[in-house]
């Protein structure tokens, strides 16, 4: 019968019921709703570190990531690339030569990371073809070719045609340059990558580096995401001597942005539930000082105060669950229908979102694995929300109530 | 009219309901002292009915609370059924009035989001009564309170006398060993009035339910057989009446 009671209490004052529960219905709409953003924006960002700059793990020789010695190649690179290339899970794999150097124009000079690639490789392992805006990929019967990001031809003034320098030290620490010709313009979702690596032909660059026929990085592209680990394992198991990294590895700040970006999630439900906590406890305050004499006529005929404190509850929890539902359900028709079509945020802040490594075309995402965790939050807020109300009830002396 | 001694003669003797001693109530101790209660003494018997007559603030209301249970007293003792209540602890009192002491408030106190049969349902849901026993119990209640026609109806729906006709069977629900009620007539009209004291006076006669009502409506001491008179916190009278009607 208290189930009952209380729900019926809660319908006894409609429109303050009905705006309490639409409260609840928006924050929660509201929580959901970021944290939908914030899902999409992470998986999108993940996707990116993976599908576009570093892949699903990378092979390096042990020495060559503390320096970036270029003369530190894998060894029997080749015949590597050829084994992990035959693997089943394996999708693409991409050889890359890579040292730093200086890009100069007529105008400056900047620090740049140099890529040597084999275009067709590349183009499936980072998407290096789908990124180009301005001019054309490589073409295999020219030479010094270079492929710059967005960021780097805006502050060094190049366009597609345009020469430029690019001077760096090869093997021998001997400091060496090559004159290079803009075949295309790239532009990613992560403006400060964009701005410092540019991909140059392979051969351009071993010839330049003299490592011919080597190379210092295997990019690998799993064809599912789950396989990360047990073909991490089997690279070591069967190739030891090698660095093999897992991209949270290689981009450990990614995994601590989508690690912080959870318990950002929860910290912002919590703030919402808690700001919500005040208009529950509003609520039942005033529901319970309506109804002092009521409450001091049921003390008087025998009903305990664990009752009474259990009438409240139901009632708090029933007037917090109802508006559940209808958050939930609104939060998740928005995010269905922007996860299909996107939500352009480029007008809101996009470079500064490119500057992070976030595209402007979010796809939100329900977090359907936070659904519990949001679910405690409510029933939390709910029974936060009734102790202060229940208190006071309990506190009421039948006889002075029901003078009242 | 009869003395309270006529009432215990007999060839049984009544048992004893209530037992109050000494018990004195005071508000303000420490700054203006007033004596809601003054040194009382009242002894009941099982199947009176008394009532407690005497102004605004001779402290009627006081003594019932003291006597339910509802309010402890600040000296002397009562015991009900042999029960000193003054010494149960709040939660213990609970407890006790549940299982002995049935309640009727001036103002229809019912539980406005349950009807009829819910409110006196309620009390019997309390003390763990089995469906097929509420079920009965009610079927006799609202003949009795002759509302069978009203049982699904919500107060806000009932007339203030249907209200308090329905205070008395939530009141007689739980089988109390008497039942108290805090000027039941008080916001009735005289049909209303006399229908619920016609009820209660044939529960009293037909089921020896004791009662002890405050009032200061003649219309309901006529009736009462007997009458205790309180002024400024303390008995004046005591005596027994019987109505007219009754006699």
Redesign the interface.
């Known amino acids: 019968?208290i189930v009952m009671?209380a729900w019926?209490?809660i319908w006894?004052n409609k429109m303050r019921s009905l705006v309490i529960i639409l409260s609840i219905a928006l924050g929660l709409f509201a929580g959901i709703a970021v944290l939908g953003l914030y899902k999409g924006m992470m998986k999108s960002r993940v996707r990116n570190v993976i599908d576009a700059e570093q892949s699903h793990l990378q092979i390096h020789d042990p020495d060559f990531k503390k320096d970036y010695e270029p003369k530190f190649t894998l060894r029997n690179g080749a015949s590597l690339l050829k084994a992990i290339s035959a693997l089943p899970q394996v999708k693409a794999a991409s050889p890359r030569s890579i040292t730093n150097g200086m890009l100069a124009t007529a105008s400056g000079s900047s620090g740049v990371q140099i890529n040597g690639v084999v275009p067709d490789l590349e183009y499936r392992t980072s998407q290096l073809k789908a990124k180009i805006i301005e001019g054309k990929p490589f073409d295999q019967a020219r030479k010094n070719q270079v492929i710059i990001g967005k960021k780097l031809a805006t502050k060094m003034k190049l366009k597609t045609g345009a020469k430029l320098v690019l001077t760096f030290t090869d093997t021998a620490g001997n400091l060496v340059s090559g004159a290079f010709r803009v075949a295309a313009i790239y532009r990613s979702d992560n403006a400060p990558l964009d701005e410092r690596n540019v991909y140059v032909n392979i051969n351009d660059l071993d010839n330049l580096l003299n490592i011919p026929g080597a190379f210092h990085e295997i990019a690998i592209l799993l064809k599912n995401d789950e396989d990360v680990g047990p073909v991490q394992q089997l690279l070591k198991h069967k190739f030891p001597g090698y660095q093999i990294e897992n991209w949270r590895e290689i981009s450990p700040e990614t995994d601590l942005l989508v690690k912080t970006t959870d318990q950002y999630s929860y910290i912002i439900m919590v703030i919402i539930m808690f700001a919500l906590a005040f208009g529950i406890i509003n609520t039942m305050l005033m529901a319970i000082l309506e109804r002092t004499?009521?409450i001091g006529?049921?003390?008087?005929?025998?009903?305990?105060?664990i009752?009474i404190f259990l009438l409240i509850l139901t009632e708090t929890i029933f007037i917090t669950i109802t508006g559940t539902p209808i958050g939930i359900l609104g939060g998740w028709l928005v995010i269905n229908y922007f996860n299909k079509h996107g939500l352009d945020v480029s007008g809101m802040g996009g470079e500064m979102m490119s500057s992070f490594g976030f595209g402007t075309m979010i796809y939100p995402e329900f977090p359907i694995d936070k659904l519990l965790g949001i679910l405690v939050i409510v029933i939390g807020t709910a029974l936060i929300s009734c102790l202060f109300p229940a208190i006071k009830a309990l506190r009421l002396?039948?006889?002075e109530a029901?003078?009242r | 009219m009869a003395d309270i001694a006529d009432i215990q003669k007999g060839p049984v003797k009544k048992e004893t309901v209530i037992d109050a001693h000494n018990i004195s109530k005071v508000y303000n101790p420490d700054t203006i002292p007033v004596y809601a209660v003054n040194n009382v003494h009242l002894h009941l018997l099982k199947g009176e009915f008394t009532a407690l007559v005497g102004p605004s603030g001779s402290g009627k209301t006081t003594l019932l609370n003291l006597i339910g249970g509802l309010d402890k007293p600040d000296s002397g003792n009562i015991y009900i059924n042999g029960v000193d209540i003054t010494q149960l602890s709040s939660g213990e009192l609970i407890d006790f009035r549940l299982k002995n002491i049935g309640f009727v408030f001036q103002s229809f106190n019912l539980i406005p989001v349950l009807t009829a049969k819910e409110n006196v349902e309620f009390i019997m849901l309390l003390q763990g009564a089995a469906r097929p026993q509420r079920d009965e119990r009610i079927k006799q209640l609202f003949s009795q309170i002759q509302l069978e026609d009203k049982l699904d109806s919500r107060p806000a729906q009932l007339s203030g006398g249907q209200q308090q006709r329905v205070a008395v069977a939530r009141a007689l629900a739980s089988k109390p060993r008497f039942v108290l009620a805090d000027e039941p007539t008080a916001n009735l009209d005289s049909q209303s009035a006399s229908n619920l004291l016609d009820i209660m006076d044939k529960l009293n006669k037909e089921e020896n339910i004791t009662f002890l009502f405050s009032t200061h409506d003649q219309r309901v001491i006529d009736r009462a057989r007997r009458v205790v008179r309180l002024v400024d916190g303390k008995i004046v009278s005591d005596s027994a009446t019987v109505s007219t009607e009754h006699a």
């Not at chain 1, 006529?297 to 105060?305: E, I, N, P, Y």
């Open positions: 019968m009671m019926r209490n006894r004499r009521e006529m049921m003390v008087a005929l025998g009903t305990t105060r009752r002396r039948p006889s029901l003078m």
